[in-house]
């Protein structure tokens, strides 16, 4: 069993940053466990969209939209996955969610309860 919380949301002008972070709890056996994580988004309206993925490895992939901009990282030290965002759009307005793969004889898949970000025109 893993907990989930993002936090870093907010408002912030077109152009500007923020950096989402997504913290994981749970037993030791199943922090690690763990294998992908990433951040969704979805905006009212919309159908959840991947924004960004990283391995346990940390091989990183990126929705099309955000590359350049959006960086994903993770501290597996802190158990932390985070999303720096930078240069923001009004289009990136959207409550994003932390999910994380853990694998303990079959993957179960974890989400948050997600953040939201609001970019002002």
């Known amino acids: 069993q893993v907990q989930l919380v993002e936090s870093g949301g907010g408002l912030v002008q077109a152009g500007g940053s923020l950096r989402l972070s997504c913290a994981a709890s749970g037993s030791t056996f199943s922090i690690n466990a763990m294998g992908a994580m990433g951040w969704h988004r979805q905006a009212p309206g919309n159908q959840r969209e991947l924004v960004a993925t990283i391995s346990s490895g940390g091989s990183t992939n990126y929705a099309d939209s955000v590359k350049v901009r959006f960086t994903i990282s993770r501290d597996n030290a802190k158990n932390t996955v985070y999303l720096q965002m930078n240069s923001l759009k009004p289009e990136d307005t959207a409550v994003y969610y932390c999910?994380?793969?853990?694998?303990?004889?079959?993957?179960?898949?974890?989400w948050g309860q997600g953040t939201q970000v609001t970019v002002s025109s």
């Open positions: 999910n994380a793969v853990v694998r303990v004889g079959r993957a179960y898949d974890y």
